[in-house]
C-alpha cells in the first residue's frame, strides 16, 4: 500500500512526499527544496559547509623555471647571445676570433677550454650570421616547441660539442689549424633531430621555390657536406668551411631523433 500525503505548500497528493529536515516539513518535488517553501531554517541551511571539489583549468604545458634571458625561451637567447656577439665582433673581429672562436690545437684549448662552447656563438662574417640564425629562427623554436627549453639545450650544445671535437680531429688529420666558428653544427643537429621526430615538415631550399621534406632536404646537406670534404682533403678545390662539423652535429641530431621518437607541439610560448 502505497502512503498518500499532500504538500504543505500547494496541497498536491504526492505519493512519494519529500520531508524536509530543518523545517519537518512534507512537500511535492516542485516545493522540496527549503527556499521554495520559504523554510523556517533556511539560515541554518544555508550555513551548511558543503566541500566543493574545484574543477582544474586547463594548464599549458609545464616549462622549467627561467631567470634572466631565459625567460624569452631557450632558441630566443641563444639568438640573443649570437647577436650580441655578431655585433662586438664587428668591433673587434680580430681579437673575438682570437678569444672566442675554436683554435683546434689542443695546446691553445687547454688554455683557453671555453673555445669549445663561445665558437658556437660567435659570427664575424654577415651573410654567416644572417643565414645561421634565420634558420635556427625556425627549426631551433620548432624544436624547443616540440621537446621543450631543456632538452632543446642539451641538443643544441651536445651537437655543437660533437661538431668541434669532429673538427678538432680532422685539424690533426689533415695537419690544418685554422680556427672555426659558427653555429652551424649545432644547426645541424636541430635539423636532424627534427628530421625524425616531425618528418611531415617541408622547407624551402633557395632559390628552388619547391617545397620538400625535411629528411630529402638533409639528405641533400650532408650529400653536399660529404663531397666538400673529401674534395677539399683531395685538394681538388679550398672550402672555407668545417664540413666535417657540420657531418658530426646531424649525426648527432639523428641519435635524439631516433632516441625520442616523433612528437607534437607540447610547449605554447610566444616570440
Given amino acids: 500500500m502505497l502512503r498518500v500525503a499532500r504538500c504543505d ?45 574545484r574543477r582544474s583549468s586547463p594548464q599549458p604545458a609545464r ?45 691553445v684549448l687547454l688554455a683557453m677550454p671555453w673555445q669549445l662552447i663561445t665558437s658556437m656563438f660567435l659570427h664575424v662574417e654577415f651573410w654567416h650570421f644572417f643565414v645561421n640564425m634565420f634558420v635556427l629562427l625556425f627549426f631551433g623554436t620548432e624544436l624547443e616547441r616540440r621537446l621543450g627549453d631543456r632538452k632543446y639545450l642539451e641538443i643544441f650544445f651536445v651537437s655543437g660539442l660533437a661538431g668541434n671535437v669532429g673538427y678538432i680531429a680532422y685539424s690533426y688529420a689533415v695537419g690544418s689549424f685554422a680556427p672555426a666558428l659558427g653555429a652551424s653544427a649545432a644547426i645541424f643537429g636541430v635539423m636532424g633531430c627534427l628530421a625524425i621526430i616531425a618528418p611531415e615538415i617541408r622547407i624551402i631550399i633557395f632559390p628552388i621555390p619547391i617545397p620538400i621534406n625535411i629528411r630529402t632536404a638533409l639528405l641533400l646537406f650532408a650529400a653536399y657536406d660529404f663531397w666538400m670534404m673529401v674534395a677539399s682533403y683531395m685538394g681538388l678545390f679550398y672550402t672555407n668551411v668545417a664540413n666535417i662539423a657540420h657531418l658530426a652535429g646531424l649525426a648527432v641530431g639523428l641519435y635524439y631523433g631516433k632516441r625520442l621518437g616523433r612528437r607534437k607541439v607540447r610547449y605554447d610560448f610566444y616570440f
Fill in 9 to 53: 505548500v500547494c496541497g498536491e497528493e504526492v505519493t512519494i512526499p519529500f520531508k524536509c529536515k530543518y523545517c519537518g516539513g512534507t512537500f511535492c518535488a516542485e516545493h522540496r527544496l527549503p527556499e521554495n517553501h520559504d523554510c523556517d531554517g533556511l539560515d541554518e541551511y544555508w550555513n551548511v559547509p558543503v566541500n566543493v571539489k
Fill in 63 to 107: 616549462r622549467s623555471r627561467n631567470i634572466g634571458l631565459m625567460k624569452y625561451g631557450a632558441n630566443n637567447t641563444v639568438l640573443i647571445i649570437c647577436t650580441i656577439l655578431f655585433f662586438i665582433s664587428i668591433v673587434a673581429p680580430y681579437e673575438m676570433v682570437e678569444i672566442f672562436a675554436l683554435h683546434p690545437r689542443l695546446d
